[in-house]
């Protein structure tokens, strides 16, 4: 019998352009948190997507239990228990949470559908594992967080004894994060074997037993987690020194950007509002935080902002021009940048090149047109410079289909069309999502870069250490309301936990307690 539950040996993958995996060999320890490290594009999503099926390799042989297998499909790696997390979610936007979570496994007597059984045992284990999720709730209607929920519980309602995680807590709160790291050690302890995904350092410190760190598609090594630190798993990823504390000048505000007054957005979920009566401002050179629980009606405020929904009531003015009933195009035109959460559902088109993506919201001006045509070399031309200034890893360079990109990836060319538009007001929402320490560095970087030359940035951000390290100013917004306004100098994250959860509100500028 093999110590290994399961084992990838000598896996290669090949893109056009480019060689994903190269030579990898990954062991698994039955009941082991195993950690795969590495940079946006290493490898490691392709190299999990060959175990669930969804790729198969050039070279390699995949064993469970000492046995050969051969894994074809999802299907194939299903009737093996081996189950998976996705970072890019495969749910079905006009399914229900319920419908979602069965589909290929429908609990039927007489062809008819055991709705009631599927349910309770979805309620059964939301329950025990604290996923709380909406049963009845259009996938298309809910937020980014209770999507990762219901992939997760996809995966447990297949009582699945292998599963892989690929990035769970890249959507997730401080406070979700601790659940499903406590989840992760329960499963471990049921016996379940874990492959576990992540870019945070500090996770693969507190959950994994041991971690593989890829680089450019190749294995650095495996190290075991009491053996090792986290400049040692820096290094290795990244192949230097990375330092993530953010330097910036002293705050110097101007004028103000964005004002928004007395907004309210409806929310499609509830009868009560998402948003209720909200003012601030944001004003050149700051950047300001929207610090929320997942679910309290930052989602909504941003549509409302940028266009994608229309509030019941309120204005916002750029620079005092009122863009309340504004186009999205206008909005975009008159100064405004959208960095959104979801960056396939509002960030890109999937099946378009690299390039058409970097110029879809200035295809328009002259430059990039000729006689009513697009001008390709233009475009071309452009998208090298951004792929190049925004270090895009793209195995055809601007050429290469947009969805074949790493999340990561993706990730980097929606920062680098909308900072480059050289806005007025940039609107960042998880930004840095999904991306590794190297690039992390580098987006922080050209955010305070957009406050420094007298920009306004709006930044919503679920992970408190980013809320504390790069704003200027903290409003934290809880079931739809600003409860409180602060000074990151002046604060902790203790007493920001406090207000996101509700436990605290004090309207008074400043959020003295």
């Not at 329960?186 to 874990?194: R, Y």
């Not at 964005?258 to 909200?278: F, G, I, P, R, Y």
């Not at 007025?424 to 305070?448: C, F, K, M």
Request: aromatic share 4%; with cysteine.
């Amino acid at each position: 019998m093999s110590d290994f539950i399961i084992e990838m040996l000598q896996i290669t993958k090949e893109f056009p352009g480019i060689k994903a995996n190269d030579n990898i060999t990954l062991q698994l320890k039955k009941g082991e948190v195993h950690a795969l490290l590495g940079e946006n594009g290493a490898g490691k999503s392709t190299l999990m997507s060959i175990l669930f099926g969804l790729y198969q390799a050039e070279h390699g042989e995949i064993h469970k239990n000492g046995q050969k297998v051969l894994i074809n499909n999802p299907n194939d790696a299903n009737a093996l228990n081996i189950g998976m997390v996705h970072q890019h979610f495969k749910l079905v936007e006009v399914f229900s949470v319920l419908e979602n979570i069965i589909l290929g496994v429908e609990p039927t007597k007489y062809s008819v559908l055991k709705r009631n059984e599927a349910r309770q045992k979805i309620v059964q284990l939301s329950q025990q594992y604290k996923l709380s999720v909406e049963p009845d709730a259009l996938i298309e209607d809910i937020s980014v967080g209770m999507q990762q929920r219901v992939e997760i519980l996809k995966m447990l309602y297949r009582d699945n004894e292998i599963l892989i995680f690929d990035e769970p807590t890249a959507v997730l709160t401080p406070q979700e994060i601790k659940e499903l790291m406590a989840i992760i050690r329960g499963l471990k302890a049921e016996g379940k074997s874990i492959l576990f995904i992540t870019h945070k350092l500090n996770e693969i410190m507190e959950v994994a037993d041991r971690c593989t760190v890829l680089r450019k598609g190749q294995c650095i090594g495996t190290v075991d987690i009491d053996q090792t630190s986290v400049e040692e798993l820096s290094r290795m990823m990244v192949g230097r020194p990375v330092q993530l504390i953010v330097d910036k000048a002293d705050l110097i505000p101007g004028e103000i950007v964005l004002a928004v007054e007395h907004l309210t957005v409806a929310s499609k979920l509830h009868k009560n509002n998402a948003v209720k009566d909200v003012s601030f401002n944001v004003r050149a050179g700051e950047i300001v935080c929207l610090a929320g629980i997942e679910g309290n009606g930052q989602s909504e405020l941003i549509y409302a902002l940028t266009g994608i929904e229309k509030p019941v009531s309120g204005r916002l003015t750029l620079k005092g021009h009122d863009l309340t009933k504004s186009s999205i195009r206008d909005r975009s035109k008159a100064g405004i940048s959208h960095i959104p959460e979801d960056r396939h559902k509002f960030g890109l088109v999937l099946d378009y090149s690299l390039a058409e993506n970097l110029v879809l919201q200035r295809y328009w001006e002259p430059r990039f047109h000729q006689n009513g045509l697009i001008n390709r070399e233009a475009v071309n031309q452009y998208a090298d410079n951004l792929i190049s200034k925004y270090d895009i890893r793209s195995g055809q360079g601007a050429q290469t289909i947009v969805r074949s990109m790493s999340g990561g990836n993706q990730q980097k060319a929606i920062v680098a069309r909308e900072i480059d538009k050289n806005p007025e007001l940039l609107i960042a929402i998880q930004p840095t999502r999904g991306l590794d320490i190297g690039a992390i560095e580098y987006i922080h970087t050209q955010l305070v870069a957009q406050r420094d030359s007298g920009k306004g940035v709006l930044l919503v951000s679920l992970e408190l250490d980013e809320v504390m390290n790069v704003s200027d100013r903290i409003l934290v917004i809880y079931e739809g309301n600003i409860v409180g306004e602060f000074d990151p100098k002046e604060t902790t994250v203790e007493q920001l936990g406090l207000y996101m959860a509700g436990a605290r509100r004090n309207d008074v500028k400043g959020g003295q307690v």
